[in-house]
């Protein structure tokens, strides 16, 4: 009876340790990105304060870093000021005339852990719609709609997707402040149990059902 008591814990202990390991899978990465109207432009992959323009639009990059919980992370911190932290980086809109219609955005997002992530970066591409003008208050926008917003990676224990999620920004009036909004997103992840915690766990529901047949047994002689 201690040995199958052994057993059953060790199983349950199993399970609650692939449940924990899923709920608490550390990702970090950052973020590089680039405009482009005609031919496709190649954003960078240095984990640098980088910037790219196109007229009155500014996007700035990223890092982030945080744990999974119940497989969930949100990577979605606000704006930073000067330096972007814990987003997929930042739009910074100035005031001025801009037809944003048939521009381009790539943005590649890079991970340095969980270990083993495959691809390690990947390129998401967007098309930029919308208009601003320098008149009135508030006058238009812009819109970023990504084309691939979700991909898939897999990684040292499991597999994970990222999703990138498309925004929007208004327009700025004359003598208004820059307008800044950050770029988010968010990974859902399963994390695969070792070998070994799943025979950890056949070995306990084994051991339940076995003593569980002795038991019934027992009660058969009895009556």
Do not use: H, W
């Not at 704006?79 to 987003?87: H, R, S």
């Not at 919308?130 to 926008?141: E, H, M």
């Amino acid at each position: 009876m201690k040995i199958a008591s052994r057993i059953i814990a060790a199983a349950c202990a199993a399970s609650a340790f692939a449940t924990t390991a899923q709920a608490q899978t550390t990702f970090t990465g950052f973020t590089n990105a680039c405009f482009y109207t005609v031919v496709s432009c190649v954003p960078e992959n240095t984990n640098v304060n980088a910037t790219d323009a196109n007229g009155l639009m500014t996007y700035r990059n990223s890092t982030f870093s945080g744990m999974t919980s119940g497989g969930f992370l949100g990577i979605g911190n606000a704006p930073g000021v000067g330096v972007n932290i814990d987003n997929l980086g930042s739009f910074s809109l100035t005031n001025g005339t801009q037809n944003f219609a048939g521009g381009f955005f790539n943005l590649r997002v890079s991970f340095s852990a969980p270990s083993g992530v495959v691809p390690p970066n990947t390129v998401f591409t967007a098309n930029l719609s919308g208009n601003v003008t320098a008149l009135g208050t508030d006058n238009g926008g812009f819109s970023i709609m990504f084309t691939n917003p979700s991909q898939n990676f897999v990684f040292d224990g499991g597999s994970f997707t990222l999703n990138v999620n498309s925004l929007s920004v208004q327009g700025v009036g004359a003598n208004a402040p820059d307008r800044n909004v950050a770029l988010t997103g968010f990974i859902t992840a399963t994390v695969v149990p070792e070998p070994s915690t799943y025979l950890l766990m056949a070995a306990g529901l084994a051991a339940v059902g076995m003593f569980s047949r002795r038991r019934q047994a027992v009660r058969v002689r009895a009556s």
